[in-house]
């Protein structure tokens, strides 16, 4: 993978790499990392198929299960891991998330049921 950007710093550091400012304002970069370096979330579904629709959405978004709830879980994390959103207590297939006072952007969302996470997707809000 390859990683471009600029720095106004004296250096940058990449694994054993170091590379050193040019003198001019901002120094430009092309980096190749290592392929092992997480890039991403998996969405991984354990029980079966869990659907968002509309996807991204504005106001309000429907999660469809494949399987009956009992008591379960939804947490909704943003970019920074910091959890913005939790509905307790769900029961059945559907789920109805209404965007509140959420920003716009990419979140990730966590379904649980007893202390065991059934799926994880991305979800994005748009105005």
């Known amino acids: 993978m390859y990683v471009t950007g600029e720095f106004g710093s004296p250096f940058i550091t ?5 590379l050193t400012d040019a003198g001019i304002l901002y ?7 290592s392929t092992t370096v997480a890039t991403g979330i998996e969405e991984t579904n354990f029980i079966g198929e869990i659907t968002v629709f509309p996807n991204p959405f504005s106001s309000q978004a429907i999660l469809q299960t494949g ?4 008591n ?6 943003n ?12 029961s059945g297939q559907k789920i109805f998330l ?5 920003l716009s952007g990419l ?11 059934i799926a994880t997707k991305k979800l994005v809000i748009t105005d």
């Open 107 to 117: 979140y990730f969302i966590r379904l649980t049921e007893d202390n065991k996470t």
């Open 27 to 33: 120094d430009i970069f092309i980096a190749k990392i």
């Open 14 to 18: 990449f694994d054993s790499t170091t």
């Open 98 to 102: 209404s965007r509140d006072n959420l």
């Open 72 to 77: 379960a879980t939804l947490t909704m994390d």
């Open 67 to 70: 399987n009956l709830l009992h």
């Open 79 to 90: 970019v920074f891991g910091q959890t913005v959103k939790q509905l307790e207590n769900i």
